[in-house]
C-alpha cells in the first residue's frame, strides 16, 4: 500500500536560514512524488514534481527536492527562508497502481512552515 | 488567464439544508475532482470525474453527490445527510488521470459553515 508521512507537523526557521521539510513515502511502483504549497485560504500550488528524471528537482520560489530511492525520502529544502513561504506545504504520492487514494494520490497531513523575522 | 474559480468562497447553512458548490475550469482539462480539507488531516477525496457524464466516488463520498454536463463545470452538492459537513472544500482539475505525473491545479476554495 501507498503512504506518506511528513515528519514535522510544525517547522520554525528565521528569516534567512536555511529550510528543510521532511518527506518519506511508501509505494510498492516508482511513483511520482510532488510537493504543494497552500497559504491561508487559498487552493494548494504545485512547488515542483519529481517522475523519474532527474533526482535534484529544482521549483518555484528557490525550493528544491531530492528524491533518494534508498531512504524513500523526498525533502524539501530552500537556501534561505523568506517571511513570503510561511504557509502549509503538502507532499504527495502519485500512483495509480498501487493502492492511495481512489484518485491513485495519497496525501501528506502537511508542515506548517513559521518564519520568524 | 486560465484557471479554476470556485465560488462562493464562503457559504453558511442551516443543518438539514442541501448545498450546491461551483467549481468551473478553463483549463481544458479533462479531470476534475472535489477534496475535502479538515485540519490535520491533509486532503480527502470526495469525488472525481474524468469525463463528461461520467463521475466515481472518492474516498469519502456519503452525503454528497457531483454531476458533470459540461467539460468546464464540475458542482458539488453536500446533502442533509452529511453528518459533519463543515469543512474547506476544494476542487481540482488535471490533464488526465491516467497520467500519474500531471499534477492536480486548484480552485481557492469553499469554506462552508453549516449550524
Known amino acids: 500500500a501507498q503512504s506518506v508521512t511528513q515528519l514535522d507537523s510544525h517547522v520554525s526557521v528565521s528569516e534567512g536560514t536555511p529550510v528543510l521539510l521532511r518527506c518519506n513515502y511508501s509505494s510498492s511502483y516508482s511513483p511520482s512524488l510532488f510537493w504543494y504549497v497552500q497559504h491561508p485560504n487559498k487552493g494548494l500550488q504545485l512547488l515542483l514534481k519529481?517522475?523519474?528524471?532527474?533526482?535534484l528537482v529544482k521549483g518555484i520560489n528557490g525550493f528544491e527536492a531530492e528524491f533518494k530511492k534508498s531512504e524513500t525520502s523526498f525533502h524539501l529544502t530552500k537556501p534561505s527562508a523568506h517571511m513570503s513561504d510561511a504557509a502549509e506545504y503538502f507532499c504527495?504520492?502519485?500512483?495509480?497502481?498501487?493502492?492511495?487514494?481512489?484518485?491513485?494520490?495519497?496525501f501528506g497531513k502537511g508542515t506548517h512552515l513559521i518564519i520568524q523575522p | 488567464d486560465g484557471g479554476i474559480t470556485q465560488s462562493p468562497k464562503y457559504l453558511f447553512r442551516k443543518e438539514g439544508q442541501n448545498v450546491t458548490l461551483s467549481c468551473e475550469q478553463n483549463?481544458?482539462?479533462?479531470?476534475m475532482y472535489w477534496y475535502r480539507q479538515d485540519p490535520g488531516q491533509g486532503l480527502r477525496l470526495i469525488y472525481y470525474?474524468?469525463?463528461?457524464?461520467?463521475?466515481q466516488k472518492g474516498d469519502i463520498a456519503e452525503g454528497y453527490s457531483v454531476s458533470r454536463e459540461k467539460k468546464e463545470s464540475f458542482p458539488l452538492t453536500v446533502t442533509s445527510a452529511q453528518k459533519n459537513p463543515t469543512a474547506f472544500y476544494l476542487c481540482?482539475?488535471?490533464?488526465?488521470?491516467?497520467?500519474?505525473?500531471?499534477?492536480?491545479?486548484f480552485g481557492n476554495g469553499t469554506r462552508l459553515t453549516v449550524t
Open positions: 470525474s474524468q469525463i463528461v457524464n461520467d463521475f
Open positions: 481540482a482539475s488535471s490533464e488526465w488521470r491516467g497520467a500519474r505525473n500531471s499534477p492536480l491545479h
Open positions: 519529481y517522475t523519474s528524471a532527474a533526482t
Open positions: 504527495v504520492v502519485s500512483d495509480p497502481n498501487s493502492g492511495g487514494g481512489a484518485d491513485g494520490l495519497t
Open positions: 483549463l481544458n482539462h479533462d479531470a
